[in-house]
């Protein structure tokens, strides 16, 4: 290496430890962002500025003991770099569970182990033996013979260099292809160094200049390419495996065109297509069966959109919401993170209260507040449409007399049985419901009056003729109903027919109970079957 060439080494390697602390103050600055990650990733950095500044100033020097002290200095970044490199990579490929305490303190152990080696000069010293100047060049260097010390040290950073190589393959192998890019540069970033490395042991640089520094620098360079061309650290979350995957919802990343750039497995319950083919594909394609969720997305919708998925004969509900993704230090959105929350437990449970808020417990049939809304919903479509609407209210004859001689239970027991065998005996629009102790309600849509009165019939035969067995003891009930109906041309309102209903069951019970009677609205009609 001539002096000129020996100058501009000089000069980058002072240049590039400036260029390292600059990036030292970068990453400083997004620690918050960073986390733990960014602490390792600091500490290489300061690592390499003391190895570059150190080999730099031992360059300039022309005697021995100003060599051996500024290599003294350069191994208090050395001998840290590799471990803390590894544990950078841990970080940064979603494996920062692996690192302990007891892990930490034996990779440190050990380095720390090679520090003490390199720190005393002469005979008693394990790493460098018989250190010596190098004259036979245009300028002089050190060199010195490796002891079993040395080489042990090298192993162990080759070690921590194959260990990350290792992880970023097992990174490659695990995410889609378009970040494989990425991944490959990491690879290399960490592969350089030990190659600058190799190349200065096996003695095949000129004058026995170490190229490390210089390999060093330039794969931070690429690194930091790597960031902010990728952008690595914006929009990928490093510590993938750990945050991504390890959500409880499922989630899909868009870039800014609404092109799919990374999904989690959660999202493969939702969408079965969800493979790594659908990576670089519109939304569109990929949500085709969920045409809510692709209009959301595509205008910008604010607030949340449900939808349904059908698996295996069970129905879930999912909520969807996205947010903008932003690059740091930016305001313009650079994609959009689509998260698909799985809500159906919490309307299994608002079914359930609606079911008790509506439902009589006993009989499942309705109970008298909502028969009150849905019967008022009913007459507003009957008189709406002009079409008929009857209304049937019974009553359990004697019922006091079966709690009293066979229990509350077989009491119970006639309700059910009643029930079944009115859902049995009517149609499914009919609305049915248990108002009162003993007291039942049936709203038929689109039923004459007559029809209405066949109907209860129907029910007073099949009450009077279906036994009820409760604990052994079998016993009949009847009952007793009042039918109205909501006259046409004439029209009324609802409680008129309620009125009318009410009326009829009192004359039913006044002419001898088990009887149907039946009244129209408006005429003052009264009709015994």
Aim: glycine share 8%; charged share 20%.
């Amino acid at each position: 290496m001539t002096v000129e060439l020996r100058t501009f080494y000089l000069l980058f390697l002072f240049s590039s430890t400036g260029v390292v602390l600059l990036l030292s103050l970068l990453t400083w600055q997004r620690l918050a962002y960073l986390g733990r990650m960014g602490v390792y990733f600091l500490l290489c950095l300061l690592f390499v500025s003391i190895y570059n500044f150190g080999y730099a100033m031992e360059l300039l020097q022309s005697s021995l003991d100003g060599m051996m002290f500024w290599l003294r200095f350069e191994h208090w970044g050395i001998q840290w770099l590799g471990p803390t490199w590894l544990l950078f990579v841990l970080a940064l490929s979603g494996n920062e569970r692996w690192i302990t305490l007891a892990r930490g303190t034996v990779l440190y152990g050990i380095a720390a182990f090679f520090l003490a080696t390199t720190q005393t000069l002469g005979g008693s010293n394990l790493f460098h033996q018989n250190p010596r100047l190098n004259t036979g060049g245009d300028f002089p260097t050190f060199t010195y013979d490796r002891t079993w010390v040395t080489y042990l040290a090298l192993s162990y950073y080759s070690l921590c260099v194959f260990l990350t190589l290792f992880l970023f393959t097992r990174t490659f192998l695990r995410l889609p292809s378009p970040f494989h890019a990425q991944v490959v540069l990491f690879w290399i970033v960490s592969l350089l160094p030990w190659l600058g490395g190799g190349l200065y042991v096996l003695g095949v640089t000129p004058h026995s200049i170490d190229p490390t520094p210089l390999t060093l620098t330039v794969s931070l360079l690429l690194f930091t390419l790597g960031i902010f061309r990728f952008g690595t650290l914006d929009l990928i979350p490093l510590a993938r495996d750990v945050i991504f995957e390890g959500m409880s919802e499922a989630a899909l990343v868009l870039d800014h065109k609404n092109r799919v750039l990374d999904f989690n497995l959660r999202l493969k319950a939702i969408v079965k297509e969800a493979t790594p083919g659908i990576i670089g594909r519109p939304v569109q394609e990929v949500l085709q069966d969920h045409p809510a969720l692709v209009e959301m997305i595509e205008k910008d919708l604010a607030g949340s959109v449900e939808f349904s998925v059908t698996d295996e004969n069970r129905l879930f509900t999912y909520e969807a919401k996205q947010s903008p993704l932003y690059k740091i230090g930016q305001s313009q959105s650079v994609g959009k993170i689509l998260i698909l929350h799985d809500i159906t437990p919490l309307k299994e449970l608002v079914r359930k209260l609606e079911v008790l808020a509506t439902t009589d417990s006993l009989t499942q049939l309705y109970n008298r507040r909502y028969f009150r809304e849905l019967a008022l919903s009913e007459f507003s479509r009957a008189e709406r449409y002009g079409e008929e609407l009857s209304l049937m209210i019974f009553d359990l004859d004697h019922f006091k007399l079966v709690n009293d001689r066979y229990g509350h239970g077989a009491g119970d027991a006639a309700l059910v049985q009643v029930a079944q065998l009115c859902r049995r005996l009517t149609r499914q629009s009919d609305i049915l419901a248990r108002v009162g102790g003993e007291e039942f309600a049936a709203l038929l849509p689109e039923t004459s009056l007559q029809a209405a009165i066949q109907v209860a019939e129907r029910l007073r035969v099949a009450f009077e003729q279906n036994p009820i067995e409760y604990e052994g003891k079998r016993f009949f009930v009847t009952a007793s109903f009042g039918v109205s109906h909501r006259c046409l041309p004439e029209r009324g309102d609802l409680e008129q027919l309620f009125s009318a209903a009410d009326r009829a069951l009192f004359q039913a019970k006044e002419a001898g109970r088990n009887r149907v009677w039946a009244e129209g609205i408006l005429q003052g009609k009264e009709e015994k079957l």
